[in-house]
Each structure stands twice: as C-alpha cells, then as structure tokens.
C-alpha cells in the first residue's frame, strides 16, 4: 500500500485533516509562519504534518506517514545520556518508524507527543492569546483553576524526546491516580496541544480555550501600526547596508520602548519561534548616538550575528534582514512576541525562558532545520 492508494474511509479522513489543518492555519490568531503541527492516526498509522510545511496549505506532499509499532518501541529504547547523542539517537529511530515511500519527508518533532495522545486527531498551535498563559508568571495556576481536569500544565523543559517522556511520565501517573487523559496539554513558553476523536470536538475545546482565557484577559493589546518617519529608517539602513529593514510601530511598542525598565518584559524571545525567526532578543537602543556601539556590542555578544529586530526608544522597531522574506518573518514574530507581553500582564507579568533552554533551541539542528524549510 502506497500513499496514492490509501482505503476510502483514511482518504476521507485525510481531506478532514487537510480542511482543519487549513482552517487553523490561516488563522493568524492560532498559527504563524510555519508554527504548529497536526496529526491523524489509528492504531496502525498516523499522519502528521512534516516539518518546516505550513498548515495553512497543507496537503498530500505536506505529511508523513508514520509507522505506529515503530514509534511505539521508541518509548522504550535506551538512549544515550549526552544530550546531543541523545537526541541524534531519538531522531534516527523517528525517521526510521516512516512508512515505506515516505523517505523524502522530515516528520514533524512533536511526532512522538501526537503518537502518545489516545484519540485520532491532535491540533497544536501557538495562540498569542494562549501563550499569554504559558508566558506567564501565574500561567500554571490560572490554567488548573479555569480549565481544571481538562487540561495538563507541562513546566518548560528541552523539545523533543525529552518533552515527549516527560508528558508521558506526568499523565500515566496521572492515569495511575484514578485521572482521566485530558485533551487540553499547555507547554510552558510553547503553546497548547488538542486532541480529540472528531474535528467538531477539537474546534468546540479550541473555542472553550479561547473563551476562558479572554474572559481572564484586562488588557488587550493595541495592534494599530503608527507611521516612523524616513528618516529613522535610513539611519538603521545605514548602520546595516544590504540589509532589508522594516519600520514599524504601534503604541505598545513605544510604550515599551520609552525607557529600559519599561523594556524588561520584551527584553527576550518568549518561545521557541520567536527565536527562530527573530532571534534570541531584539536590541534596543536609548539614543541614535548609540545605534552604532550598540549594533557593535550586540555582534560581539552574540558570534558575529547583527540584532533581527532593533527597537529605538521613542521611534518604534525595525526588522533587519539580508533576506526580505525573514526581514517579514522576523517583523510578524516580534509583533507575536510584542502581543503575548501584553497578554502576561493579566496572569503577573512575563515569564522568559531560562538561559539554559535558550541555549539549546539557539543551536538545535532541528530548529535550523525548520527555519530553512519554511516557505
């Protein structure tokens, strides 16, 4: 059985898969750039998104056919403890459990986490609305008072395998304990994983997120774009000739950007994204006088590499990219990131990724990986 010759009833789930794949992908509010996976599965074979594929025209050629006995004994290989022995391991061993003619596509990482969830169809995004949430300081707290048994709060720890066991370990026990498997999983600085049997379940829990969750929001951010003027642009072309730069601004930015304290909540990238596309964290500079020193001091901390984003103090932000199609990616993600602030100040204020965690998605092979990819 090859992939153009799928039984009637898989063919129809598939166009099912597709519709809420695209629905949910065209969706600035849910999924942006390539963020975000889906899956199908029974007991004998899943399909789920590739990576670096958008959902928001995801087809046929956009998904992996998964081996469901070859994921499951990934569970109980033994793995080296060096982490990235670790997760070279666990990579081969996934790309292994493809079905045959599948060689050429790249399953998505999260694989194994949609494998585990024991209904058919799993949907994660990455709301800002909802990263609002797992960014926040009272972020676990407000997910077990307003969602309940419903949903599983997992703490930041590294993607991945290691996200994967650590998921596994916390439900079973909660299973062990008389529990049920929620459908609703929050990721600290991540997102939020779905699963249901139906697509109209897994829109109606989306919709009873989103309503809980605004129902707790204070403030909504501000999202008008403001005009800088020219000459403010040409000042950051100048510091970085051959790059592509964006201005932008709205009135959270400049609120934000009016002194370095009020800074400290866009200081870092709240998610993994964020860091993909634009960069561990943005620079910014109190006064043109400093463009340059600062552009200087910010390559020499960070190997060589110019800042994505540069938010000037009073002015507003700028995407800078010898690519104008990142230039673009960089400038929607900060944007995101810029959202998701705002939302934190209703659950206590931002909550960053530890150093550590950093670290690691910076030089992460598959987070490089699906930012090539990325159309």
């Known amino acids: 059985m090859n992939a153009m010759s799928w039984p009637i009833g898989i063919e129809r789930t598939l166009r099912e898969l597709f519709t809420i794949s695209r629905e949910f992908g065209s969706n600035s509010d849910y999924v942006l750039a ?113 969602f309940g048994a419903d949903a599983t709060w997992i703490p930041v720890i590294e993607p991945g395998y290691v996200l994967a066991k650590a998921v596994k370990e916390t439900i079973e026990a909660r299973l062990a304990g008389g529990g049920v498997f929620p459908p609703m999983l929050f990721l600290q600085n991540h997102g939020v994983f779905v699963a249901a049997d139906t697509v109209e379940e897994i829109r109606e829990l989306y919709r009873i997120i989103f309503e809980a969750i605004n129902a707790e929001i204070s403030k909504h951010p501000n999202e008008v774009e403001l005009s800088i003027d020219g000459s403010a642009t040409n000042k950051i072309q100048e510091a970085l000739p051959g790059f592509t730069i964006l201005p932008f601004a709205t009135a959270d930015i400049l609120n934000f950007a009016a002194s370095w304290e009020a800074f400290k909540s866009l200081r870092l990238a709240l998610t993994p994204d964020h ?9 910014y500079v109190e006064s043109w006088k400093k463009l340059l020193w600062n552009i200087e001091e910010f390559k020499r901390d960070d190997e060589n590499r110019p800042p994505r984003i540069i938010v000037v103090k009073n ?29 934190t100040e209703s659950f206590g204020g931002a909550m960053f990724m530890p150093d550590w965690l950093i670290r690691f998605i910076r030089t992460w092979e598959i987070e490089t990986y699906r930012a090539s990819v990325t159309k």
């Open 275 to 283: 860091i993909v596309y634009f960069g561990y964290r943005p620079l």
């Open 315 to 343: 002015v507003g932000a700028f995407s800078c990219h010898e690519n104008p199609r990142k230039a673009e990616l960089a400038k929607l993600l900060f944007l995101d990131n810029v959202k998701i602030a705002i939302y």
């Open 34 to 146: 390539g963020g975000g996976n889906t899956s199908w599965k029974n007991d004998e074979i899943m399909f789920v998104k590739a990576s670096g594929e958008t959902l928001a025209n995801l087809d046929r050629d956009g998904i992996v056919a998964m081996d469901m006995k070859r994921i499951d004994k990934i569970w109980s290989a033994r793995y080296p403890v060096g982490q990235k022995e670790r997760e070279d391991a666990a990579l081969y061993d996934l790309m292994n459990a493809r079905r045959l003619g599948e060689e050429e596509k790249r399953p998505s990482v999260e694989s194994l986490l949609h494998a585990f969830f024991p209904f058919h169809f799993v949907i994660h995004t990455h709301p800002a609305l909802v990263n609002g949430l797992t960014c926040a300081k009272k972020g676990e707290k407000t997910v077990r008072r307003i």
